[in-house]
C-alpha cells in the first residue's frame, strides 16, 4: 500500500491542468510551486510563454532568480509542459 501524499502532487497537478486558462488558475498554480510566504510577496501574470512575476524588493527577487531551476519544472508540472518557458522577474517599484 501507498501513502496518500505519494499521490497528491500528481492528483492535485492534473486538476490544475484541467481548467481553463485564467489568472487565478495561474495565481494558485504560482502558489503551489513558490508556497504561501514567497506567494504573498509576489504578483504573476502569463504572457504568452512567459511568466512575468512582480516581487516586491530586490532581496526577493534574488531568491527567485536562485530557485528558477526548481520553479520552472514545478510550473510545468502542474500547468503543463508548454504553459511556462520562462520566468521574467522585476522589482514593483510603489
Do not use: C, N, Y
Not at 516586491?56 to 520553479?71: F, K, N, P, Q, Y
Request: no cysteine.
Amino acid at each position: 500500500m501507498r501513502p496518500l501524499q505519494s499521490f497528491a502532487p500528481g492528483v492535485l497537478a492534473e486538476i490544475i491542468r484541467r481548467q481553463p486558462a485564467s489568472k487565478e488558475r495561474t495565481a494558485f498554480a504560482w502558489t503551489v510551486a513558490v508556497g504561501p510566504a514567497l506567494a504573498r510577496v509576489t504578483a504573476v501574470e502569463l504572457d504568452g510563454t512567459t511568466l512575468r512575476v512582480r516581487v516586491s524588493d530586490e532581496r526577493w527577487a534574488l531568491e527567485l532568480e536562485r530557485a528558477v531551476g526548481t520553479i520552472l519544472p514545478r510550473l510545468r508540472h502542474l500547468l503543463g509542459d508548454d504553459a511556462v518557458k520562462r520566468l521574467s522577474i522585476e522589482e514593483s517599484h510603489r
